[in-house]
Protein backbone atom coordinates (compact mmCIF):
# COMPACT_ATOMS: atom_id res chain seq x y z
CA UNK A 1 0.00 0.00 0.00
CA UNK A 2 1.13 3.41 -0.63
CA UNK A 3 0.62 6.29 1.41
CA UNK A 4 0.40 10.22 0.18
CA UNK A 5 1.21 12.56 2.58
CA UNK A 6 -0.29 16.24 1.46
CA UNK A 7 1.45 18.62 3.91
CA UNK A 8 0.25 22.29 3.04
CA UNK A 9 1.51 25.40 4.06
CA UNK A 10 -1.14 26.85 5.67
CA UNK A 11 -2.97 29.99 3.73
CA UNK A 12 -1.81 28.04 0.53
CA UNK A 13 -5.30 26.95 -0.36
CA UNK A 14 -4.86 23.43 1.72
CA UNK A 15 -8.69 23.26 2.69
CA UNK A 16 -9.70 23.91 -0.65
CA UNK A 17 -7.79 20.11 -1.37
CA UNK A 18 -8.81 18.62 1.87
CA UNK A 19 -12.59 19.37 1.38
CA UNK A 20 -12.39 18.54 -2.71
CA UNK A 21 -10.98 15.34 -1.01
CA UNK A 22 -13.94 14.47 1.49
CA UNK A 23 -16.51 15.12 -1.16
CA UNK A 24 -14.68 13.11 -3.73
CA UNK A 25 -14.46 10.33 -0.93
CA UNK A 26 -16.87 7.37 -2.00
CA UNK A 27 -15.64 7.74 -5.79
CA UNK A 28 -12.04 7.83 -4.27
CA UNK A 29 -12.46 4.63 -2.30
CA UNK A 30 -14.21 2.76 -5.76
CA UNK A 31 -10.63 3.56 -7.22
CA UNK A 32 -9.14 1.86 -3.89
CA UNK A 33 -7.89 5.49 -2.80
CA UNK A 34 -9.03 5.89 1.05
CA UNK A 35 -9.04 9.16 2.24
CA UNK A 36 -10.12 8.83 6.24
CA UNK A 37 -12.61 10.68 7.96
CA UNK A 38 -10.59 12.79 10.89
CA UNK A 39 -12.42 14.78 13.68
CA UNK A 40 -11.02 17.79 11.88
CA UNK A 41 -11.05 18.83 8.59
CA UNK A 42 -7.37 20.20 7.95
CA UNK A 43 -5.53 16.86 9.54
CA UNK A 44 -4.30 18.79 12.58
CA UNK A 45 -4.41 15.05 14.25
CA UNK A 46 -1.93 13.67 12.33
CA UNK A 47 -0.06 16.72 13.09
CA UNK A 48 -0.44 16.09 16.84
CA UNK A 49 0.56 12.35 17.13
CA UNK A 50 3.43 13.08 15.11
CA UNK A 51 4.65 15.30 17.99
CA UNK A 52 7.53 14.58 19.78
CA UNK A 53 5.64 13.64 23.66
CA UNK A 54 7.77 16.46 25.51
CA UNK A 55 6.73 19.23 22.48
CA UNK A 56 5.00 21.85 23.70
CA UNK A 57 2.20 23.31 21.00
CA UNK A 58 -0.77 25.25 20.84
CA UNK A 59 -2.32 22.65 18.77
CA UNK A 60 -1.23 19.64 20.77
CA UNK A 61 -2.50 21.52 24.14
CA UNK A 62 -5.94 22.36 22.52
CA UNK A 63 -6.23 18.33 20.78
CA UNK A 64 -5.39 16.81 23.88
CA UNK A 65 -7.87 19.24 26.16
CA UNK A 66 -10.65 18.46 23.44
CA UNK A 67 -9.60 14.01 23.48
CA UNK A 68 -9.10 14.26 27.26
CA UNK A 69 -6.46 12.19 27.15
CA UNK A 70 -2.46 12.03 27.25
CA UNK A 71 -1.09 12.09 23.96
CA UNK A 72 0.16 8.06 24.15
CA UNK A 73 -3.02 7.27 24.61
CA UNK A 74 -4.18 10.00 21.62
CA UNK A 75 -1.69 8.61 19.29
CA UNK A 76 -2.49 5.26 19.91
CA UNK A 77 -6.19 6.01 19.42
CA UNK A 78 -5.68 7.71 15.95
CA UNK A 79 -3.41 4.86 14.66
CA UNK A 80 -6.39 2.33 15.79
CA UNK A 81 -8.95 4.34 13.67
CA UNK A 82 -6.53 4.74 10.98
CA UNK A 83 -5.53 1.25 10.76
CA UNK A 84 -9.34 0.28 11.25
CA UNK A 85 -9.98 2.25 8.05
CA UNK A 86 -7.26 0.97 6.11
CA UNK A 87 -8.98 -2.63 6.77
CA UNK A 88 -12.70 -1.82 6.19
CA UNK A 89 -12.13 -1.76 2.09
CA UNK A 90 -9.74 -2.90 -0.88
CA UNK A 91 -7.42 0.09 -0.71
CA UNK A 92 -4.16 0.23 -2.43
CA UNK A 93 -3.42 3.98 -1.24
CA UNK A 94 -3.90 6.09 1.69
CA UNK A 95 -4.10 9.97 1.11
CA UNK A 96 -3.95 11.87 4.30
CA UNK A 97 -3.83 15.82 4.20
CA UNK A 98 -2.65 18.00 6.94
CA UNK A 99 -1.88 21.65 6.87
CA UNK A 100 -0.12 21.72 10.06
CA UNK A 101 2.89 19.46 9.29
CA UNK A 102 5.04 21.70 7.56
CA UNK A 103 5.74 23.22 10.46
CA UNK A 104 5.76 20.37 12.97
CA UNK A 105 6.57 17.14 10.93
CA UNK A 106 10.00 18.30 10.30
CA UNK A 107 12.54 16.20 12.28
CA UNK A 108 13.13 12.69 11.10
CA UNK A 109 11.74 11.14 14.32
CA UNK A 110 8.51 12.94 13.66
CA UNK A 111 7.90 11.53 10.53
CA UNK A 112 8.60 7.69 12.16
CA UNK A 113 5.81 8.60 14.23
CA UNK A 114 4.10 9.28 11.67
CA UNK A 115 4.66 6.23 9.15
CA UNK A 116 4.52 3.67 12.44
CA UNK A 117 0.96 4.39 12.51
CA UNK A 118 0.85 2.71 9.04
CA UNK A 119 3.66 -0.47 10.44
CA UNK A 120 2.41 -3.65 8.45
CA UNK A 121 0.21 -2.24 6.16
CA UNK A 122 2.22 0.04 4.19
CA UNK A 123 5.22 -0.43 2.16
CA UNK A 124 5.71 3.32 1.39
CA UNK A 125 4.98 6.79 2.49
CA UNK A 126 5.27 9.93 0.32
CA UNK A 127 6.21 12.60 3.25
CA UNK A 128 7.94 16.28 1.96
CA UNK A 129 7.88 19.29 4.02
CA UNK A 130 7.03 22.70 2.55
CA UNK A 131 11.25 23.62 1.70
CA UNK A 132 11.17 19.97 -0.13
CA UNK A 133 13.39 18.37 2.53
CA UNK A 134 12.43 14.59 2.62
CA UNK A 135 12.11 12.74 5.65
CA UNK A 136 13.45 9.57 5.88
CA UNK A 137 12.20 6.93 7.55
CA UNK A 138 11.34 2.89 7.46
CA UNK A 139 7.62 1.30 8.31
CA UNK A 140 6.41 -2.28 6.80
CA UNK A 141 9.48 -2.89 4.48
CA UNK A 142 9.28 0.36 2.65
CA UNK A 143 10.24 3.69 3.45
CA UNK A 144 9.53 7.51 3.11
CA UNK A 145 11.11 9.26 -0.05
Do not use: W
Not at 9 to 21: D, N, P, V
Not at 86 to 103: K, N, Q
Amino acid sequence: MRITLHIGIEKTGTSSIQRALHANRRRLAAEGVLYPGLDAPNGRELAVAAMDDTRTDPLKTDELARARCSHVEYRRRLTDRLRSAVASGDYDRVVLSSEHCHSRLSADDAVQRFVVTFEGDAANAVAATCDNAVGDAHAGGGGVT
